[in-house]
């Protein structure tokens, strides 16, 4: 079975800057899509980025131009660089991949997640 885990979250002020992280217990990256999503208080999940095997990116039209999600196959890590960030953006962050080159849906049961807090 394929585990992600989520880390890198925290409290930040509003325009800060986080970095998360995304790590499998095996080598996933190379050959599955896969993607950011974030849920908030009361809210629906809603998905943020996405990134192909490839390394084709779709983002959420809320993050576009300040969060850039990113892979690193060879250490199976994929990444969600967050600038500018806002108090809507505040969220319990997660990751989850698809099965293949392509974003779909996501396949994996949902982790813990990461919590971003951003402050006004």
């Known amino acids: 079975q394929v585990q992600l885990v989520e880390s890198g979250g925290g409290l930040v002020q509003a325009g800060g800057s986080l970095r998360l992280s995304c790590a499998a217990s095996?080598?996933?990256?190379?050959?599955?899509?896969m993607g950011w999503y974030r849920q908030a208080p009361g809210k629906q999940r809603e998905l943020v980025a996405t990134i192909g095997s490839g390394g084709s990116t779709n983002y959420a039209d809320s993050v576009k131009g300040r969060f850039t999600i990113s892979r690193d196959n060879a250490k199976n890590l994929m990444y969600l660089r967050m600038n500018s960030l806002k108090p809507e953006d505040t969220a319990v962050y997660y990751c989850n991949y698809d099965y293949g080159p392509l974003w779909v849906g996501p396949r994996a049961y949902w982790g813990q997640g990461t919590q971003v807090t951003v402050s006004s």
């Open positions: 095996r080598t996933i990256f190379n050959i599955y899509a």
